[in-house]
């Protein structure tokens, strides 16, 4: 198992840049695929980005591609979400996601691929 706690939410101007942080806990973080997830109020849980276990292969969100950038580090058991040039419409709540990919190469992008979740952290960003 895994538990996973997201950081680095908060209000930030349009075109400015925030890091979020996932940390798990556990020994066998680097079998765990990790997506990142956002939900605005209203509207469904969408996946923004996503990243294998090993680190080796990536998914963007279209919506994202070119802003938002995914990475892990396993010595930290920690993965990242670099945020930049924001958008008022990337306002939401951002949960991070894992699912034990048995150290695979492979990346998931749907909600029900996911059997671990963060609590969610608070990104809102003004215009």
């Known amino acids: 198992q895994v538990q996973l706690v997201e950081s680095g939410g908060g209000l930030v101007q349009a075109g400015g840049s925030l890091r979020l942080s996932c940390a798990a806990s556990?020994?066998?973080?680097?079998?765990?695929?990790v997506g990142w997830f956002r939900q605005a109020p209203g509207k469904e849980r969408e996946c923004v980005a996503a990243i294998s276990g090993r680190g080796d292969s990536t998914y963007s969100a279209a919506s994202v591609k070119g802003r938002f950038t995914i990475s892990r580090d396993n010595t930290k058991n920690t993965v990242y979400l670099q945020m930049n040039t924001l958008k008022p419409e990337d306002t939401a709540v951002y949960y991070c996601?894992?699912?034990?990919?048995?150290?695979?190469?492979?990346?998931?992008?749907?909600?029900?691929?996911?059997?671990?979740w963060g609590q969610g952290t608070q990104v809102t960003v003004s215009s």
């Open positions: 556990g020994r066998t973080f680097s079998a765990y695929a």
């Open positions: 996601a894992g699912r034990n990919g048995l150290y695979g190469g492979s990346y998931y992008i749907r909600t029900h691929d996911y059997g671990y």
